[in-house]
């Protein structure tokens, strides 16, 4: 049996959820891979706390469901960072990232992967926000201390969007790749053509955890943006910034537009889009009114789905049924499982 000690950065839904995995698949994951997952260090907004032997998942599960912080437990380590732990030799053998997004610098989660891309430690991110603002400085630095970086849960949840295109789709050029990449601007526009106000189906996005913690991100397209972006560096050969993307969300939509659409049978989508042109590609996110026959149209609710056409491979089309955080984290548990075996 090898251990895996893991510091998790960032205990809300999909954090949560990951502790969840722990609780439910140890037994698998010891037969299948000979493997036992140890969360030994754990950081949210309150601060850092470590425990060697590992933390019990069940028990802190709870206690961050009940209200509780990373300060309130025993092995709270008052006026020491996560980062300064990850700098420590031995510390553990993986980073798992998932705090909230930041786009203006990045912080805490930038720092945190800095420091353990940097002292050798293998990481795994759900946060986009280090990735859109530092994607080829984190794989060099990855690269230059034999580290494991691995993100496919940032775009679509499980859905294997970034594997995909990264180990199977071998010397391809992509001429287009579109997808609904946002779960919950996807719901709010099929429960407003279906009659329920933005205020009620954004409440109810939120209350399963789908929505990011700042809404905004999602409705404003700013969600979507940054998956593109990440699928931009990641699989198109590009280098291209969330400045690269023209940006327009769903908070401008109404029902008598939506309405109307429909009854010329079509079917408004926030789309992201990457088309081929001469030198490169032109990213954006906007609002599409599709035909009610496109595959796009047809993710409905909370699936999100991406259609990819390459020279080699044809076209392909892919979608996933999402609506809550537990798919995110196992696609974290996915990375880690794969960068250890590799």
Avoid at 218 to 243: Q, Y
Wanted: hydrophobic letters at 45%; one cysteine or more.
């Amino acid at each position: 049996m090898q251990t895996i000690d893991i510091a998790l950065s960032g205990l809300g839904n999909v954090g949560r959820n990951f502790l969840r995995i722990l609780e439910t698949k140890s037994d698998r994951l010891a037969a299948d891979y000979d493997l036992a997952l140890r969360v030994v260090a754990v950081a949210d907004s309150s601060g850092f706390s470590v425990n060697m032997d590992g933390f019990d998942p069940h028990g802190l599960r709870l206690r961050k469901e009940a209200g509780g912080r990373v300060s309130d437990l025993p092995e709270y380590k008052p006026g020491v960072s996560l980062a300064e732990f990850l700098s420590l030799p031995g510390s553990c053998d993986f980073l798992l990232e998932a705090s909230p997004v930041n786009l203006s610098d990045g912080e805490p989660g930038l720092g945190y992967v800095r420091a353990a891309l940097g002292a050798g430690i293998s990481c795994v991110l759900a946060n986009k926000g280090p990735l859109v603002l530092a994607y080829h400085e984190l794989h060099r630095l990855a690269a230059a201390n034999g580290a494991g970086l691995a993100f496919s849960a940032t775009v679509c949840g499980a859905l294997p969007v970034i594997n995909i295109g990264r180990r199977d789709l071998i010397a391809a050029d992509i001429s287009l790749l579109r997808g609904i990449f946002n779960s919950t601007s996807n719901f709010i526009l099929d429960e407003m053509a279906g009659g329920r106000s933005y205020a009620d189906a954004l409440a109810e996005a939120q209350r399963r955890g789908i929505a990011e913690t700042d809404p905004s991100l999602d409705v404003e397209g700013w969600d979507t943006a940054n998956k593109l972006t990440i699928l931009a560096n990641s699989f198109l050969g590009v280098e291209m910034t969330l400045a690269d993307v023209a940006v327009e969300g769903i908070t401008a939509i109404t029902a008598e537009q939506l309405t109307a659409e429909r009854a010329q049978g079509n079917v408004i989508k926030l789309v992201a889009e990457a088309k081929q042109t001469g030198n490169g590609y032109q990213l954006s996110v906007a609002p599409m009114a599709l035909p009610a026959d496109d595959f796009l149209a047809g993710c409905d609710g909370w699936e999100m789905g991406v259609e990819i056409h390459s020279d080699l491979y044809g076209k392909m089309f892919h979608k996933i049924w999402e609506r809550e955080p537990l798919p995110t984290a196992a696609a974290m548990l996915r990375d880690v499982v794969n960068l250890w075996s590799d």
